[in-house]
């Protein structure tokens, strides 16, 4: 329970970061942001524990933020792709 609860903090923080990295007009605020940032986080631990990468699911750390980030920039491209604004 405690490893969700890292995640989903960690998702919180990815969501704010991925949308400094990439602004745009990906549109949904701040609350589709954070959400993404969410399912980011799950995504990037998860594509880190298929591609074997030490550290990166095991709770708070650099690696597991990167991990985060890079999953919610993932999935705020994607979503930018299918409604973005035009």
Same mark, same amino acid.
């Given at each position: 329970?405690?490893g969700i609860l890292i995640w989903i903090a960690l998702g919180l923080v ?19 942001? !954070? /959400? @993404?940032? &969410?399912? $980011?986080?799950?995504? *990037? ?10 550290g990166a699911t095991g709770g708070f750390s650099i690696i597991s933020v ?7 920039? !993932? /999935? @705020?491209? &994607?979503? $930018?792709?299918?409604? *973005?604004?035009?």
């Amino acid at each position: 329970m405690t490893g969700i609860l890292i995640w989903i903090a960690l998702g919180l923080v990815a969501g704010i970061i991925a949308k400094f990295i990439m602004p745009g007009r990906q549109g949904g605020g701040i609350i589709v942001t !954070i /959400l @993404l940032g &969410i399912a $980011g986080a799950f995504l *990037g631990g998860w594509l880190a524990g298929v591609i074997g990468l030490p550290g990166a699911t095991g709770g708070f750390s650099i690696i597991s933020v990167v991990t985060a980030v890079v999953g919610a920039l !993932i /999935l @705020l491209f &994607i979503y $930018g792709l299918i409604f *973005g604004r035009k």
